[in-house]
């Protein structure tokens, strides 16, 4: 089992609908959960983070956390073509203090 | 706040040279600094890790005279690929992080720009 799985998509969303993006992962001593976008040829660019069960807004974007199901989502509302990118998701490991990645969501946010 | 400014963005160079690629946290002081590779369509691999002041914490599988890392200040890191070689052709991403110890959890990693390099 990957320590951080995300499906690797590619998910499609019509222009203005809510992308759904999910991850989940296998330490539960984990406590800092961030989401990157990743635009193709450049580097990851800090989206969201969460550390509390729950949700977090901000703008489009909504984090939210599950530690009981050990489950961590992002929503995207009114979706745009300049969503379009790959989503990572990543978690501190509880013991290593590494942030573990998971291999990444693609958007293809259709106009 | 929290820029990550990387140098250079790009490099294309021989077989042989050596390459040095700089890491600066331009509104913030990064005692913990990460050195990624990402090959095309994969995901983000951890080279390293460096603290301000000490050696740098090097991951299974990663040269640590191939791939030299010095962590001078708490601005400053830098990577570089000595006597590179085709094969390590790829895209170089620093990422900087404030805080020590059992502070690291609450603190995000920023990213910078990357580095491609290219090694004829």
């Known amino acids: 089992q990957k320590e951080v799985e995300q499906n690797s998509g590619p998910l499609s969303v019509p222009e203005g609908a809510i992308a759904s993006l999910n991850c989940t992962y296998s330490?539960?001593?984990?406590?800092?959960f961030f989401w990157y976008r990743q635009y193709s040829g450049k580097s990851p660019e800090l989206i969201m983070f969460i550390y509390s069960n729950g949700d977090k807004e901000d703008g489009r974007f909504t984090a939210q956390l599950n530690k009981a199901s050990q489950y961590v989502s992002l929503l995207i509302r009114d979706s745009q073509p300049s969503d379009s990118a790959t989503y990572l998701c990543a978690v501190y490991s509880g013991n290593t203090g590494k942030l573990i990645f998971g291999q990444g969501t693609t958007l293809q946010v259709k106009p | 706040g929290a820029v990550v400014s990387q140098h250079p963005s790009r490099v294309i160079c021989k077989s042989g040279t050596s390459v040095k690629i700089e890491c600066r946290s331009l509104?913030?002081?990064?005692?913990?600094m990460f050195w990624y590779r990402q090959f095309p369509k994969q995901s983000l691999m951890l080279m390293a890790t460096?603290?301000?002041?000490?050696?740098?914490?090097?991951e299974q599988g990663v040269e640590k005279d191939k791939f030299l890392i010095n962590h001078a200040s708490l601005t400053l890191s830098t990577l570089t690929v000595t006597s590179a070689h085709p094969e390590d052709s790829s895209f170089y991403i620093c990422?900087?992080?404030?805080?020590?110890?059992?502070?690291?959890?609450?603190?995000?990693?920023?990213f910078g720009d990357g580095t491609r390099l290219s090694i004829l």
């Open positions: 509104d913030f002081q990064a005692t913990t």
């Open positions: 330490d539960r001593g984990s406590q800092s």
């Open positions: 990422s900087a992080r404030t805080g020590t110890g059992y502070t690291y959890s609450n603190q995000p990693q920023h």
């Open positions: 460096s603290n301000e002041g000490s050696k740098a914490t090097y």
